[in-house]
C-alpha cells in the first residue's frame, strides 16, 4: 500500500508549524548522515516539534498513517543509529534543548531531550556538582541520544554508564501515547522499564523528557600522564593498575597513529612524535585517598618501563590533555578523509594480545588502524583509515571492522560498549546472539512497536 | 578551492553555531553546510532554500574554534559566496550590500557616511529617519553614539601629529578602520591616547584605507586587493600596525590568503599580516598601570567577545585582565562569545537572524552591570540597538573607551 506521506505532513505542518516541516531535497541532503559516514541516505522529510505534545501528536499521526519514524539529536551517532532507513522521517528534537528544573537536594536534574550533556554539568558545577557520563562528544552530543545509546565516556570506569545516572524518562511510544518510566525517588519497578529504554537505540520509543541524576564534584583528583615506547608495556599497565584493586575515574589509552592526529589539531599536547603510546589516568575521592592511589598508581606504571611520567602543572593543563583525547576522532579527519570505528570491549586482561591481532588485522587488510579508547574498562575504539572515494578501499575496511568484532566476541568480550549497535553491527550481532535470542529480542521489540515503525533497520538483523 | 575533506562528520561544532542555536536545523548547522557545499562540489544543483541555509552562515568562525580538525567553514562558506554571486542574489539576500560597501570603502565616501551619519543624529532628522528608514537600518541607527567627534583621519590630517617624537620609543601604526574611524572616531583617538600612555610613538599614515574586509566578504574580491596593497605600502615604515577593531584585525592577519600564491603581493601581505597586533594585545604586553587598588564608581561591566577577535583570534583574557587592572569589575554574561548577529553586513543582508541574535545577546547582558565591552564597531551597534530596543540604559562602549575613561576620565 502507497502510504500518504503528503498528507500527513501537511497535517504535522499545522502540529508544528510548516516551517520546521523540511521537505526540501537538498535541504535533506544534510541529514542523510551522522558521525558514521559509511551510509548517507536522506531522510524522506524532517520534522522539528518544539515540545513533548507535538512529538506525540507527530508520533500518533505518523503511525497512524503506517509511516516508519525516528529520532535524531545532535546526530552524533558513531553507529549510523540516527540515520533514516526504510524511507524513514526524522523526527528531530534539537529545538526541545531547555533545561526544566535544578533539584539539588536531591540531586537532580530535569531536562528535555535536545540538551547537550556538557550544559548540564555547566549549569550546576556552580553549585559543586557534575553530570558523571561524559561521552567525548558531550560538547555537542544531547541527553536524548545518550538514553538512547546508553552512552559512556572516560570517566565511567567509575562511575558507570548513563544507565546508572537516569532516575526517570518521560516517552512517546510508538502509538503516539505519552508514559513515564522510573521515579524520581529512585527505586526499581518489579519489572524495570526503564532498563528496557535504557540503550534501546530509538527502536522503543521516544525520549521527550529525562531527569538525570548529578552528583558531587569529589574534593580532589590528580591525573598522570605516562609515555610509553612500547604499546604492549602501556595495556600491561593498565591490567596491572586494574588487578591492583585500584579504581581509577578514568584510563584512557592513544597509540602513535591517534597522537600524530591529535597533535595536528586544535589541542595540542606536545606529545613526542615517536612515542609509541599514552595512558592518561585520573583518580579522584577525598585528599587522602587520591594522594594513596596516585602513589600506587606510580609506582605500578614505573614497573612497565615508561619513559616518562608527569601531572599537569595546572588545571588548564590537565583541561588541554583531556580536550586533545576528546576530539582525537574529529582530528582523524587531518590524516585521512574519513574513519570507521569500531567499539568492541573485552576483558582488560587480554588487552595486550587483542592489540596486537588488531595490528595483525590492519596489516593483513591494508589499512591503517588507529587506537584510542577507555583502556580501563576494557573498551577499545579501533579506527579504520580509509578514502571513500575508493571503493576496494572501503570494502576491506568494512571486512577488517567486522574481524576486530569476531576477535572482540572470541576472547569473550561483546562487540559494542557504548556507540550502540545501529545499523553498523546488524550482522555481527549474530556472533553475540543465538537465533533464539535474537527472536526473543524481536518479540520483545514487537511488543513496543508491533508496527516496526520506530527506528527501523537498526539493532535487529531480519530475521532469515 | 577550500577543502572541507578533512571534516569526518563528527558533528561537534553544532552547538557552537549560532544559527543551529536558532533554528535547530542541520542545514543551518557547520556540519550541515558542509553536507551541503560537498554535494553542490560534486555537480548537485542547489535549491534556493540549501542556498539561503548556506548564506545564513555568519563567518563568526565559532565552529572553526571548536573544530578538532579545524575544519575552514567559515572561509568554504565565503568563498561560495564569491563563486556563485547568481544563487545568492537568486536566494534573496548578500550581494545587494556590494555597491554600497564600494562607496564606503573610498575616502570620500567615508567622508561622506561620516558627515550622513552626524547630522542624522540631530533631533529632527533622528525623528524622520525613524520613520522612513528601511527596518534593519531603523534599528541599528538606534546603537549609534549621540555624539560624534571628527574622524581621527582628518584631525590627523590637520595637524600632522598625534604624538610627540622622541628618544628610542617604539614607533607604531595606528589603523583607523572605516565604520570605526566615521562612527567611533572617539576611540581611535583614545587608542592613540593609550598608545602614548605605554611610550610608543603613535604614527597615522594618512594613505591608509579600508581593510578590504567588508568589500571581500561581499564578494568584491578586487576592491579588497586594491585596499589591501595601499595598505601593505602605507603601513611599510611601521614597526608594529595596532588595530582596535575585530573584524579588521583578523582580516589583516589572512592578507596573504586574498592574493594568489603567485601574486608579487603575497609576501607582502605575509610581512604585514606578521606584524598586526590587536590592541587589547599590545597594551597588555605593554603594561598600562595597574589601578584595581582604587575601584571606580560604576565599575561593573560585562564584556561581549567580538567573534573575529574571540574566534578568529583566539583573544579573550586580555580584554579580562586590561579592565581588571583599570579598576574595573568584570561580570561576565553567559556564552560571552555568541555572536551577536552583527557580523560584517550580515545585519543589513539577513535581518532577520541577525534581529533574533540580537535580541538575544541584548538579554544575556546582566541587569547588575552598568556597561558592556566589546572590541568591534558593529558589535558596538548592534548590541546597543539591541539594548535601545529592550529598554536597557546601559552603555556599549570599546574596551579602550572603558580604558581611557579609567586612565584619562573625570571620575578620578
Not at chain 1, 524520581?184 to 529525562?210: H, K, N
Not at chain 1, 574529529?330 to 574519513?338: D, K, N, T
Request: proline share 6%; with cysteine.
Amino acid at each position: 500500500m502507497e502510504i500518504p506521506v503528503e498528507e500527513v505532513l501537511v497535517q504535522i505542518a499545522q502540529v508544528v508549524g510548516s516551517q520546521y516541516v523540511l521537505r526540501d531535497a537538498s535541504v535533506l541532503a544534510s541529514y542523510g548522515a551522522d558521525g558514521f559516514t559509511l551510509e548517507n541516505v536522506p531522510p524522506r522529510a524532517v520534522i522539528l516539534p518544539g515540545n513533548a505534545d507535538e512529538v506525540a501528536e507527530t508520533v500518533r499521526l505518523l503511525a497512524g498513517a503506517g509511516v516508519p519514524f525516528l529520532a535524531r539529536g545532535a546526530g552524533t551517532s558513531l553507529s549510523g543509529g540516527a540515520i533514516a532507513r526504510q524511507g524513514a522521517v526524522i523526527v528531530h528534537l534539537s529545538r526541545m534543548s531547555r533545561i526544566l528544573s535544578v533539584d539539588l537536594k536531591n540531586g537532580m536534574v530535569e531536562c528535555e531531550p535536545g540538551v547537550v550533556n556538557r550544559t548540564i554539568s555547566q549549569r550546576v558545577a556552580p553549585d559543586g556538582f557534575f553530570y558523571a557520563p561524559d561521552p567525548s562528544s558531550g560538547q555537542a552530543c544531547t541527553i536524548g541520544g545518550n538514553v538512547a545509546e546508553n552512552a559512556g565516556g572516560p570517566h565511567c570506569l567509575k562511575y558507570g554508564v548513563t544507565a546508572n545516572h537516569i532516575l526517570m524518562v518521560e516517552l512517546v511510544l510508538a502509538d503516539g501515547e505519552r508514559v513515564r518510566v522510573g521515579h524520581l525517588a529512585a527505586y526499581p519497578d518489579p519489572i524495570d522499564f526503564l532498563g528496557l529504554m535504557l540503550g534501546s537505540e530509538g527502536t522503543f520509543a521516544v525520549v521527550t523528557r529525562v531527569w538525570v541524576r548529578v552528583i558531587r564534584i569529589p574534593p580532589s583528583q590528580s591525573t598522570v600522564m605516562a609515555l610509553f615506547d612500547q604499546v604492549a608495556g602501556a595495556s600491561q599497565a593498565v591490567s596491572a593498575i586494574i588487578s591492583a584493586g585500584i579504581i581509577p575515574a578514568s584510563i584512557e589509552m592513544m597509540d602513535q597513529l591517534a597522537i600524530s592526529a591529535v597533535e595536528q589539531g586544535t589541542y595540542r599536547v606536545g606529545y613526542p612524535p615517536d612515542v609509541a603510546a599514552v595512558l592518561l589516568i585520573e583518580v579522584d575521592g577525598s585528599s587522602v585517598e587520591v594522594q594513596s592511589d596516585t602513589e600506587a598508581v606510580l609506582a605500578i606504571l614505573a614497573k612497565f618501563h615508561p619513559r616518562s611520567v608527569q601531572t599537569p602543572h595546572s588545571e588548564a593543563e590537565r583541561d588541554l590533555w583531556w580536550a586533545n583525547r576528546k576530539t582525537a576522532f574529529g582530528a582523524m579527519g587531518l590524516i585521512s578523509p574519513r574513519y570507521y570505528v569500531q567499539d568492541g570491549v573485552i576483558p582488560r586482561s587480554r588487552l595486550p594480545e587483542v592489540l596486537e591481532r588488531i595490528a595483525a588485522i590492519a596489516e593483513r587488510y591494508r589499512i591503517r588502524i588507529a587506537n584510542v579508547f577507555h583502556a580501563g574498562d576494557g573498551n577499545l575504539h579501533p579506527l579504520l583509515l580509509y578514502d571513500d572515494r575508493d571503493p576496494d578501499q572501503v570494502a576491506r575496511v568494512i571486512q577488517a571492522g567486522s574481524e576486530v568484532l569476531r576477535v572482540c566476541v572470541e576472547v569473550g568480550g561483546s562487540i559494542t560498549g557504548e556507540h550502540g549497535v545501529g545499523l553498523e553491527k546488524l550482522q555481527e550481532m549474530s556472533l553475540q546472539f543465538s537465533p533464539e535470542e535474537l527472536q526473543a529480542l524481536r518479540g520483545l521489540k514487537a511488543s513496543f512497536d508491533p508496527q516496526g515503525l520506530l527506528n527501523p533497520g537498526k539493532v535487529l538483523p531480519e530475521s532469515p | 578551492m577550500i577543502d572541507t575533506s578533512v571534516c569526518v562528520h563528527c558533528g561537534l561544532c553544532l552547538p557552537a553555531c549560532p544559527t543551529y542555536q536558532e533554528t535547530g536545523m542541520e542545514s543551518s548547522s557547520p556540519r550541515g553546510r558542509v553536507f551541503l557545499l560537498e554535494a553542490i562540489a560534486k555537480g548537485a544543483e542547489p535549491s534556493l532554500e540549501s542556498v539561503r541555509q548556506i548564506d545564513e552562515c555568519l563567518d563568526c568562525r565559532a565552529c572553526e574554534e571548536v573544530c578538532p580538525a579545524h575544519v575552514p567553514v567559515g572561509h568554504r562558506v565565503d568563498q561560495f559566496r564569491r563563486d556563485h554571486p547568481q544563487w545568492i542574489r537568486q536566494s534573496g539576500s548578500g550581494m545587494r550590500e556590494q555597491r554600497v560597501v564600494r562607496w564606503l570603502t573610498t575616502p570620500l565616501g567615508l567622508h561622506g557616511f561620516h558627515w550622513a551619519v552626524r547630522m542624522s543624529q540631530g533631533p529632527r532628522l533622528r525623528r524622520l529617519s525613524q520613520r522612513w528608514l528601511p527596518l534593519p537600518l531603523k534599528s541599528l541607527s538606534r546603537g549609534l553614539p549621540k555624539t560624534m567627534p571628527r574622524q581621527l583621519g582628518r584631525a590627523r590630517w590637520r595637524s600632522k601629529a598625534v604624538s610627540e617624537p622622541g628618544g628610542n620609543r617604539l614607533v607604531v601604526g595606528l589603523f583607523l578602520g572605516c565604520v570605526m574611524d566615521a562612527v567611533f572616531a572617539t576611540t581611535n583617538h583614545h587608542t592613540a591616547d593609550l598608545l602614548s600612555d605605554v611610550g610608543c610613538i603613535v604614527e597615522v599614515p594618512m594613505s591608509q584605507r579600508c581593510c578590504g574586509a567588508l568589500s571581500f566578504h561581499s564578494g568584491d574580491i578586487e576592491q579588497a586587493r586594491r585596499l589591501a596593497v595601499a595598505n601593505i605600502k602605507a603601513f611599510e615604515s611601521v614597526a608594529e600596525v595596532v588595530v582596535n577593531a575585530a573584524g579588521c584585525g583578523a582580516f589583516f592577519k589572512e592578507y596573504a590568503e586574498i592574493f594568489a600564491e603567485s601574486s608579487p603581493w603575497q609576501a607582502p601581505a605575509k610581512a604585514l599580516a606578521a606584524r598586526v597586533v590587536d590592541v587589547h594585545q599590545f597594551l597588555d604586553d605593554h603594561r598600562l598601570p595597574n589601578l584595581d587598588q582604587r575601584p571606580l564608581p560604576e565599575a561593573r561591566l560585562t564584556i561581549h567577545d567580538a567573534c573575529h577577535l574571540a574566534h578568529a583570534q583566539g583573544i579573550r583574557q586580555p580584554l579580562r585582565d586590561l579592565l581588571l587592572r583599570a579598576g574595573y569589575q568584570v561580570i561576565e554574561m553567559p556564552e560571552a562569545d555568541r555572536c551577536c548577529g552583527s557580523a560584517g553586513t550580515y545585519n543589513l543582508s539577513h535581518p532577520a537572524m541577525a534581529h533574533r541574535l540580537k535580541q538575544k545577546k541584548a538579554a544575556d547582558v546582566p541587569q547588575e552591570v552598568s556597561g558592556v565591552a566589546t572590541s568591534n564597531p558593529g558589535c558596538m551597534l548592534q548590541i546597543q540597538a539591541g539594548l535601545q530596543d529592550a529598554g536597557r540604559l546601559q552603555r556599549v562602549a570599546h574596551t579602550v573607551d572603558w580604558l581611557w575613561e579609567a586612565y584619562h576620565g573625570n571620575s578620578r
